[in-house]
DNA sequence: TTGTAAGCGTTATCAT
DNA sequence: ATGATAACGCTTACAA
């Protein structure tokens, strides 16, 4: 019988001596006494019971083999062979967790780790700075879809992942890209809804403070805005809208006392990260003297900032960022199962307040 | 016409229709006609020269290949081949993302991420929640290594996976459990220079408020108190600490009076989850009558809860939440890397603030 | 019902 | 300096 020659043979070198490699399904076979493609196959026993044709006794032992060992499959393997992950990835193009708490996406993960949990999904966050090279994006192959968040988007970069068919999703809208997949708040809706509200308490003059920003997030509150006047049958002149680089040293006390004395009764601030719309409004009203829902209402179309938190809770809305999470991993696991949903803007919620009341009645 | 049956070869099956294919390294190979090892030499070329023997035309050709190609590596085929996975774990034995932003892990992350970017890792979050069954920790293994955080940890899975030489790393003291690696704060040090500091402002009597607790973090702060007023060389009695079960209702304004007229001129909080024994207190003083760093001084051994950072800073410090995160991942990755490294206690930061000042003179 | 083996796209080793 | 080739750990078509 013919030697096996037995000279060094290329590939890998030996696992360094140091640490423990974790189980594989080969270990897990040889501890079952079953060949290693049976592990496979009774460890991805479909429950529909679909090509699932294994003895149950060689089920437990393969069960009992793989627990004991504490056996998990390796993702890169899973995934190279074709196969699923479990894994959903989280890119932001910033750091996922800002130092700076306010503008972090932390409520947003809290409501897609919710949905990924209860999906069977873990989440990978690909963390954003180590990579730094251009394929620093290409690492969310290794997950079987991607969500990503953030301002700045590498256009370049995304598309491709789309163009390969890789299931991706963007929080918050984005229809600069063809093809990608997005959740969003319905800012106009919402935003119609708080001037309506306005409109009701019979306010005829409302002015809108936003920053100078061309961002959805800006422009689709300026449109619900205008939406909103016009529903009411109110003129949305040019003037009806304050767009301000610099807030905080545009809109001061005189300039809120000229508007009002002009037959302005309702001001609305749009949301910023910064809030400083807010403020600015909020500071200049006080600055004039007047009352807040007495003499001037106020609306804030999005959440205060928490630095605020104390103060009296502004009318406006509530972007729901739990359920845009949740949505969005949705959309994303939809792409992934190759069903090609398509998940509708995620309504905000009214937030009454206590800054806004009834017009007040014109004195003669 | 009759179809060439093209008979089914074993092995993968097709790719699943959504998935378009990408350029492989052989493609690259072809196109610039060398083999496929080759352009992994030339794409993993380390820039210390080390190793690096290809001459600079095939290089070039190699590199405009897989430029034209558009090539990027796929992350699983790379990873399963370096037999580095490059994530680690966060296992949280609550949710990661609790809808509470006050009581969560939030603070640690920020480090955790930067830290693990740095080292080129990615983050797997698992939540106690998702898995649900008990071996429910065992999943953590598909990381290189795993972090934990949270009170309740289950000894048995955890201890399984230290058996199993699975690095592990537990961000908060933890010596209960043989073997397993911590990183925790230096409560005692930051306790004792607090003490020091308002013995030095010439308190001779300082009372601790603590709640009823046995978690290390209050522990450590008792006898970092103890510690300080042993090397101020004062009296450390029994009645210099109140452990309350309820702080609120047991440290009231009366109480306080008491131990002021008994010539108590310093109190000291320990921060705890909810912030009880601070806002007790305070609450109290403010009852009793008393300015805070002129009558009595006030210290609290941890940084203020968000909805009292409107207050005056108190006296004390700050537990440096980032940099815990950070020190966990080091030592992680350390433990990955087969050196079993030591990361000692981080320091706290002195906080001077504002709730402690000189000792009042005593009236004849 | 179970085993055999191909192939996923890399990396790393040896031989040329 | 470059080319073969063996792993890496897994899924799955097909043979037994």
């Given at each position: 019988m013919e030697q096996p020659r037995k000279r060094a043979k290329p590939?890998?070198?030996?696992?360094?001596?140091?640490?423990?490699?974790?189980?594989?399904q080969a270990e897990v076979a040889r501890l079952a006494g079953v060949?290693?493609?049976?592990?496979?196959?009774?460890?991805?026993?479909?429950?529909?019971?679909?090509?699932a044709t294994i003895s149950e006794e060689t089920r437990q032992r393969v069960l009992?083999?793989?627990?004991?060992?504490g056996y998990?499959?390796?993702p890169a393997a899973?995934?190279?062979?074709?196969?699923?992950?479990?894994?959903?990835?989280?890119?932001?193009?910033t750091s996922t967790f800002p130092t700076d708490v306010q503008h972090s996406y932390y409520p947003f993960l809290v409501g897609v780790e919710q949905e990924a949990a209860a999906r069977g999904y873990d989440l990978v966050l690909f963390t954003a700075s180590s990579g730094?090279?251009?394929?620093?994006?290409?690492?969310?192959?290794?997950?079987?879809?991607?969500?990503?968040?953030?301002?700045?988007?590498?256009?370049?970069?995304?598309?491709?992942?789309?163009?390969?068919?890789?299931?991706?999703?963007?929080?918050?809208?984005?229809?600069?890209?063809?093809?990608?997949a997005w959740v969003g708040a319905d800012y106009v809706s919402a935003s119609r809804?708080?001037?309506?509200?306005?409109?009701?308490?019979?306010?005829?003059?409302?002015?809108?403070?936003?920053?100078?920003?061309?961002?959805?997030?800006?422009?689709?509150?300026?449109?619900?805005?205008?939406?909103?006047?016009?529903?009411?049958?109110?003129?949305?002149?040019?003037?009806?809208?304050?767009?301000?680089?610099?807030?905080?040293?545009?809109v001061t006390a005189e300039r809120v006392?000229?508007?009002?004395?002009?037959?302005?009764?309702?001001?609305?601030?749009?949301?910023?990260?910064?809030?400083?719309?807010?403020?600015?409004?909020?500071?200049?009203?006080?600055?004039?003297?007047?009352?807040?829902p007495g003499d001037v209402s106020l609306a804030l179309l999005g959440s205060p900032p928490p630095e605020l938190a104390a103060g009296p809770v502004p009318t406006g809305f509530d972007v729901p960022r739990h359920e845009l999470g949740a949505a969005a991993v949705r959309l994303l696991s939809a792409q992934v199962a190759g069903e090609e949903a398509d998940e509708p803007l995620v309504a905000c919620e009214f937030r009454a307040g206590l800054t806004a009341g009834p017009a007040p009645v014109p004195e003669p």
């Open positions: 590939g890998r070198a030996p696992a360094p001596a140091g640490r423990k490699s974790r189980p594989r060949s290693q493609a049976t592990v496979s196959l009774v460890l991805n026993a479909r429950r529909d019971g679909k090509g009992d083999a793989a627990r004991s060992l998990v499959p390796d899973r995934r190279l062979a074709a196969a699923r992950n479990n894994l959903l990835g989280v890119f932001s193009f730094g090279g251009p394929d620093a994006l290409s690492r969310v192959r290794l997950a079987d879809g991607c969500l990503f968040l953030g301002r700045h988007v590498p256009r370049a970069e995304l598309k491709r992942l789309v163009a390969d068919g890789f299931p991706v999703v963007h929080l918050g809208r984005r229809e600069e890209l063809e093809g990608l809804e708080v001037v309506a509200h306005l409109a009701d308490l019979g306010h005829r003059r409302i002015v809108l403070v936003r920053e100078d920003d061309d961002a959805p997030a800006s422009t689709d509150r300026q449109q619900g805005f205008l939406d909103g006047l016009d529903g009411a049958g109110l003129a949305g002149g040019p003037d009806s809208v304050l767009r301000c680089a610099d807030p905080v040293s545009e006392r000229e508007l009002v004395a002009e037959g302005v009764t309702a001001f609305v601030a749009e949301e910023t990260d910064t809030g400083a719309a807010w403020q600015a409004l909020t500071g200049a009203v006080a600055g004039a003297g007047l009352s807040c």
